[in-house]
């Protein structure tokens, strides 16, 4: 079998012999549609075809792990070209059609050829004469759509399932700061950033570059080259703990263990005449999932481990060792709904003395985010983010010890988005 890009005809002329099939072409269907067909001798049947069933409310879907048939059927009104994807099986002796092109708002063929459906086998490549296809019943159907896509009735596809933690986005929000003793100070905060993740079978790799969020008005730059951490499923338990009441039961206990690593993180503050600018080389912490997905996406984890920092204002390096705990939890199967929630503790050590601020400064952050997706733009998307948090340190000479809260609300734009690793076909999202 020969696959052709998406939705070419099958050509008029004498065919070139064809190479080998590649891999996914030809192979044998699974039980409910029955072996392939057998090649019989009629080449050069002429081109009658049964009627075309009226089309079934909703229409349905073509599988996109079975193979696809460029069938050529006699012109109709609305699809004049005469060029069809059919999916046929043999047991039933049925296909589902669909047409090679989207349709207009009237249902008629454009010279838009369908995106993203998979390449179908020529009519010579068969293992059936194509006249024998056409005699069978021809069903109405939607084109096949990858995983996470779907097609509507004209043959138009469109995302459906959106993965946020593997993206490149830029945002924007009004995010307003109190101050105990000050009155509210207005700002705006522009965020970018992109996100990876690689998974095998045990592990899930998370990589971000570039994350930055800038704020205007009370100036506010924290920004990070590059961040990695991973996720692991041990497949043999630390601790078995069994209990005998009742039935003997039997729990296993995994201590899930991974690294989280930060390289060049830039945080400057400005507080009225007050200003702090820290550089951090590094951060190492061990971290351990309290709880993780079945993919490992979604996790409950702490953090733990040591950061080497410079604070440029004061011209002086020193020890931060820190602990977090966190949850970043997608809490729908299409990737609409994200939260997010964090509480960290960091303490300066090794730092000689500086007027004006404590010989062992401290840090402490709380904080809360939900990013929802509202719309998609050439199959982007588009999702409302609202978070809060707090922050309390005494790290910056002469700047007051108390707590400072923010809010913001605002939108944020995915320039890169694929569908999720668990992504469903777009009959089981209809279903």
Not at 2 to 19: H, K, L, R
Not at 68 to 96: F, H, I, K, M, N
Request: charge should be negative; hydrophobic fraction near 35%.
């Amino acid at each position: 079998m020969t696959p052709v890009s998406e939705g070419t005809p099958p050509p008029d002329s004498e065919p070139a012999p064809t190479p080998p099939p590649s891999e996914g072409q030809g192979r044998a269907p699974d039980e409910a549609t029955g072996p392939l067909f057998e090649r019989t001798p009629d080449e050069g049947a002429p081109l009658v075809a049964s009627a075309i069933q009226p089309p079934a409310d909703p229409l349905p879907m073509q599988d996109p792990e079975r193979p696809v048939v460029c069938l050529t059927l006699p012109p109709t009104p609305a699809v004049p070209s005469g060029y069809w994807r059919a999916q046929c099986d043999t047991r039933e002796r049925r296909c589902l059609i669909a047409p090679q092109h989207e349709l207009d708002m009237d249902g008629r063929e454009t010279d838009r050829m369908l995106e993203r459906a998979r390449g179908c086998i020529l009519e010579r490549d068969t293992s059936i004469p194509a006249h024998v296809l056409r005699q069978y019943r021809l069903e109405p159907s939607i084109a096949d759509a990858p995983p996470g896509w779907y097609r509507d009735e004209r043959g138009r596809v469109m995302q459906f399932n959106f993965d946020l933690h593997r993206r490149i986005w830029l945002g924007g929000a009004w995010s307003p700061l109190w101050r105990e003793g000050v009155p509210r100070e207005d700002r705006v905060r522009l965020d970018f950033g992109i996100a990876l993740e690689l998974a095998d079978d045990r592990h899930l790799h998370r990589l971000r570059m570039l994350e930055t969020e800038v704020m205007l008005g009370q100036r506010t730059l924290d920004s990070t080259l590059l961040r990695y951490d991973f996720s692991v499923e041990r497949d043999d338990p630390l601790f078995r703990i069994t209990t005998f009441f009742g039935e003997p039961r039997r729990y296993d206990i995994s201590l899930d263990m991974g690294l989280w690593l930060e390289a060049l993180r830039v945080e400057e503050v400005e507080r009225g005449e007050l200003q702090g600018g820290f550089l951090t080389w590094g951060s190492v912490h061990a971290t351990l999932d309290l709880w993780h997905s079945r993919d490992m996406v979604s996790y409950v984890r702490v953090r733990a481990g040591p950061s080497a920092e410079r604070d440029y204002e004061n011209d002086v390096n020193s020890l931060v060792p820190g602990a977090v705990l966190e949850a970043d939890l997608t809490l729908d199967r299409d990737g609409f709904h994200h939260l997010r929630l964090g509480v960290e503790a960091e303490k300066v050590l090794l730092s000689r003395a500086i007027l004006g601020r404590p010989l062992r400064p401290e840090r402490l952050k709380v904080s809360a985010g939900y990013e929802l997706i509202l719309i998609a733009i050439n199959d982007q998307p588009l999702s409302l983010v609202v978070d809060a948090g707090g922050m309390w340190r005494n790290d910056i000479p002469y700047l007051p010890q108390r707590w400072e809260w923010s809010a913001s609300a605002g939108l944020r734009f995915s320039l890169w988005a694929p569908a999720r690793r668990s992504a469903p076909k777009a009959q089981q999202a209809r279903d």
